[in-house]
């Protein structure tokens, strides 16, 4: 189902089609990862779990001031220089590795050259990329925020650049026809738009959201992957095609939709307040899967899923070894190390920690932080290496 885009304004497409030229490979589907089923409807616990596949590496204090007060994390991305943050989908601040501020970009408004929400942002050649999704458009800015130009674009949550086009996620919220198909997912190349992922009618304006680590699209080893609610299929992005490729399967209970399930059936799923959504904050590593998600009792779970062991663990996580607290933040990494994992904790939880677990030889990492922290109010990153 292909059809022509406006040709006008189409600089950004322009952006694409010259990166295009140098890609020469596409996507190996024939990994271990295919094919995976994921059963998540038993809790399975083992004692220090997290602990005996992660270990504390380091932390990073935002800096606190006016201006760079942080009241939600709505994304965030670390650079081996950079430390890049969408706030309250409102404006982005950029930090240096160290947590210290550097500038930020706040255009709420509604000039040609600003927006009225961040739904989604990536950086490509030294180029910001926003969404926009109330107002439906895309802009560009420099990457010190000089407005450069914008384009007109289906409503969307999420966008991923790759170096054949631009994919775009608007969970359930775009049909094409006369209605009579709805879809998740398209992918933008060369003027010309695909959609991918029929959903059912009755999802159409449905929304969903979730604590930190709810990005729309994950980047892993070079590939990137994405899901939407009630699928149970995490999808793998064909870099030169865009296509989504079934990956990994799982379940998190009968709560399953497809295109052709009866109207009847969806509604009852969608108003039961004991059905789990979806999940999030996920991380893939070699052989290894990480996800969240919120069960019926309305408790965040932990899935730790070995390809050879099976699943690890599915419960909460509660505190690491330095009695941190674990609450796994996914991120965009571009540090140059595959095997990090990062937590977000409050500076208030961690002096009340601190000054519960008062003993500084049993949990040093905890007692230092507490010090750092003593006036400040921004997240905490907390970052941990895979052993």
Known sequence: ???????????????????????????????????IYIDCNEEVTYNNAFDSIFQFKSYVILEDSVDTKISNISKIRITDKKII???NNKRILFFDNHGHFIYSIDKLG????????????????????????????????????RFLTRE????????H???????????????????????????CSNNIKEHFLRFHKSLIGYSYS?????????????ETYFFVPFDDTIYKIDRRTGEPVPTIVYSLGERKIVPDSKDSEVKTIINSPSVVK????????????????????????????????????????????????????????????????????????????????????????????????????NPILIFYEKK
């Open 1 to 35: 189902m292909k059809q022509k885009i406006l040709r006008n304004s189409s600089r950004i497409y322009m952006i694409t089609i010259s990166m295009v030229l140098s890609l020469l490979y596409g996507c190996d589907h024939s990994d271990k990862w295919s094919n």
């Open 85 to 87: 943050i969408l706030d």
């Open 110 to 145: 509604h000039a040609k050259d600003e927006y009225m929400v961040i739904q989604d942002f990536d950086i490509r050649n030294d180029s910001l990329f926003i969404i926009d999704r109330i107002a439906s458009q895309l802009l560009v800015y420099s990457i010190d925020g």
């Open 152 to 159: 007109h674009i289906l409503p969307s949550k999420g966008l």
């Open 161 to 187: 650049l790759f170096e054949s086009g631009m994919a775009f996620y608007h969970e359930f919220g775009i049909a094409d026809g006369k209605d009579s198909e709805h879809y998740c997912y398209t992918f």
């Open 210 to 222: 979730f604590s930190f680590g709810g990005n729309c699209f994950y980047t892993f080893d070079g």
């Open 278 to 377: 979806n999940i999030f904050s996920f991380y893939k590593f070699k052989e290894l899967i990480c996800f969240s998600y919120y069960g019926s009792d309305d408790v965040r779970k932990y899935v730790l899923y070995d390809t050879k062991k099976g699943i690890l663990h599915n419960a909460s996580i509660g505190f690491d070894a330095n009695k941190l607290p674990v609450s796994m933040l996914s991120f965009d990494n571009y540090m140059g190390e595959d095997d990090i994992l990062l937590s977000s904790v409050s500076p208030d939880v961690i002096r009340t920690l601190s000054n519960k677990y008062g003993d500084i030889n049993e949990f040093p990492v905890l007692k230092r932080i507490a010090k750092d922290v003593a006036s400040n109010e």
